[in-house]
């Protein structure tokens, strides 16, 4: 099975993964301590066909709902939280939040 993945160089290259190694990945979201539950609706932001797809089966497995973007723009982001009654935003909006609060502690009016 091909993962396609940009790693560290930025550039998109096809990972070679065999069917055991994506069933333990499967198992890996399934036993953790997630606090996803069924009926939870999550934003998925980054491809399917990228390490995000790896999240689509065990949390549809899980009875949650994925909301997927074509790409990640604040706004639209935030709008869609109350539109689709997301439950539980990606990790990659935390980062953001605190860099947002930075920005708005040093600008002057």
Do not use: C
């Not at 790896?54 to 549809?60: A, E, F, T």
């Amino acid at each position: 099975m091909l993962h396609f993945s940009s790693g560290s160089t930025g550039k998109v290259k096809a990972a070679m993964q065999s069917y055991g190694n994506r069933l333990a990945a499967f198992r890996k979201v399934l036993l953790s301590d997630s606090e996803v539950r069924p009926g939870d609706r999550l934003a998925l932001l980054g491809p399917v066909t990228h390490a995000s797809g790896m999240l689509v089966q065990p949390n549809l497995f899980r009875g949650t709902e994925l909301v997927l973007f074509e790409r990640f723009d604040p706004a639209e982001f935030l709008d869609s939280v109350g539109r689709h009654g997301l439950s539980s935003p990606p990790s990659r909006i935390w980062p953001r939040r605190r860099l947002a609060k930075r920005e708005s502690e040093f600008q002057t009016e």
